[in-house]
Nanobody, 123 residues
Framework: QVQLVESGGGLVQAGGSLRLSCAAS????????VGWFRQAPGKEREFVAS????????YYAESLKGRFTISRDNAENTVYLQMNSLKPEDTAVYYC????????????????WGQGTQVTVSS
C-alpha cells in the first residue's frame, strides 16, 4: 500500500509563491497517477493537477494553468506542486492523492490520500 505525506503549506501574501511536497512510500510507484486536490471551507474538493509517475505526463485544471506546476523527483519519490502568483482564492487545504489506471479528475477516483496541508493566502 502507498502512503502519502504532504508538506510545504503555510501563510503567504497575495502574489507570492509556495512549493508543496508529497512524499510517497510503501511500494513501487511506477504505475501510479498522482494528483493534487484542494478544498476550501464549505466547498467540494477540487482537482488541481496530476502527473503520471512513469512518463511524467501532466494534466492541469484549466483555471490554474500557467500559475501552478506539478513535477516529480524519482530519486526522492516525491511529487511537487509549485504555486506562483498566489491569490486569496487559492486558500485551501491541499491534498495529494494516488490511483492506478487512467487519468481521472474527480476525487472519488483516487484511493490513497495524504493528510493535507493548509495554504493561506492573505490579501
Amino acid at each position: 500500500q502507498v502512503q502519502l505525506v504532504e508538506s510545504g503549506g503555510g501563510l503567504v501574501q497575495a502574489g507570492g509563491s509556495l512549493r508543496l511536497s508529497c512524499a510517497a512510500s510503501g511500494r513501487a510507484f511506477n504505475n501510479y497517477l498522482v494528483g493534487w486536490f484542494r478544498q476550501a471551507p464549505g466547498k467540494e474538493r477540487e482537482f488541481v493537477a496530476s502527473i503520471r509517475w512513469n512518463t511524467a505526463g501532466t494534466y492541469y485544471a484549466e483555471s490554474l494553468k500557467g500559475r501552478f506546476t506539478i513535477s516529480r523527483d524519482n530519486a526522492e519519490n516525491t511529487v511537487y506542486l509549485q504555486m506562483n502568483s498566489l491569490k486569496p482564492e487559492d486558500t485551501a487545504v491541499y491534498y495529494c492523492a494516488a490511483r492506478q489506471g487512467i487519468l481521472v479528475v474527480h476525487a472519488s477516483g483516487y484511493d490513497v490520500w495524504g493528510q493535507g496541508t493548509q495554504v493561506t493566502v492573505s490579501s
